[in-house]
């Protein structure tokens, strides 16, 4: 174990908080600390009491491991988060891999192992820009990966197109090659453009199947015929979800019919939640506001007036 948490020492993780319902985020801490991992926490709550309640439950955390605090007392957006603790663990050079977790990501210390055992033989190999674990929702049904190539798609160490933020393991020398994450976003699409700037750097992305972790999506999910279709998200979320897409497109310079053909596939998603899910007329409004606002370049944190 000794050895193990050596290794762990030469690896950040960042938690960012919102308003959180309950201290799933604390477990999540004691697991990382306890391994080695230095934690820094972004809490992005927008309620002075929220985040005075937060810090009092961090503090007792100082004993075992550093806790860094990074507070702006307003919600800067999940993308501007990511990026003070990003330059947070680029500031110490013995971080070569920097954990990102949500505030309500299962953590278990089997799949943090995996990881960093993962990290070390892509790190031997040469360049790459991530590796990330298997999400799984609690009925252990998994999540859709995208494989690079969909004929070794049942290969441990995949290959894929994209990853999501949330229980990956990023190597930094790619902040140190591409950037950080684009802060225009606010929320939703950061690690897709993050992911697809890293393919165009020829900075591989990985996930290792074997280092599987729970992970839910919304607030439940489209499910037909007994089969699990995608995530139901929250109304407010369609809006990001495509005017990111187009921006996405826009920033990365991608191929115009291809564009096309998401924006139809995610407003086909929005209607079929809409229909499942009730809420139609909001979820219409948001998805197509954001439509607008794409192609329009607005960015940033939602604002109707615009």
Not at 2 to 16: C, D, H
Not at 23 to 47: H, W
Not at 210 to 220: D, P
Request: glycine share 6%; charged share 25%.
């Amino acid at each position: 174990m000794k050895n193990k948490e050596k290794m762990l020492n030469n690896y950040a993780s960042g938690i960012v908080l919102y308003n959180p319902e309950d201290d799933q985020y604390i477990e999540s801490i004691k697991i990382l600390t306890l391994l080695g991992v230095t934690v820094f926490v972004f809490d992005n709550s927008e309620l002075e009491k929220t985040r005075i309640e937060n810090e009092n439950k961090l503090k007792k955390f100082s004993s075992l491991k550093v806790i860094v605090i990074l507070s702006l007392k307003e919600n800067i957006g999940l993308a501007a988060a990511f990026n003070n603790i990003v330059k947070k663990t680029l500031e110490n050079e013995s971080f070569k891999g920097l954990f990102l977790f949500d505030q309500d990501s299962t953590v278990n210390a089997t799949a943090i192992k995996k990881l960093c055992n993962s990290f070390e033989k892509l790190e031997a190999k040469g360049d790459f820009g991530s590796v990330s674990g298997m999400p799984v929702r609690d009925n252990g049904i998994p999540y859709r990966l995208r494989p690079v190539d969909k004929s070794m798609k049942n290969n441990q160490m995949l290959l894929v197109k994209r990853a999501a933020s949330s229980f990956s393991l990023i190597n930094v020398d790619a902040f140190r090659k591409i950037g950080m994450f684009n802060e225009k976003y606010f929320i939703d699409y950061i690690d897709i453009d993050f992911t697809t700037r890293c393919r165009k750097a020829n900075l591989p992305i990985y996930v290792d199947r074997k280092a599987v972790f729970t992970h839910n999506v919304g607030v439940g999910d489209v499910k037909i015929l007994g089969k699990t279709l995608f995530p139901i998200a929250n109304e407010y979320r369609h809006y990001y979800q495509t005017r990111n897409l187009i921006l996405w497109s826009k920033f990365n310079k991608l191929n115009h019919l291809s564009t096309l053909k998401a924006i139809i596939q995610r407003l086909i998603v929005i209607l079929i939640i809409s229909i499942y899910a009730g809420g139609f007329k909001n979820r219409m409004f948001y998805a197509f506001k954001g439509c607008s606002h794409g192609f329009k370049g607005v960015v940033g944190k939602l604002n109707l007036k615009k």
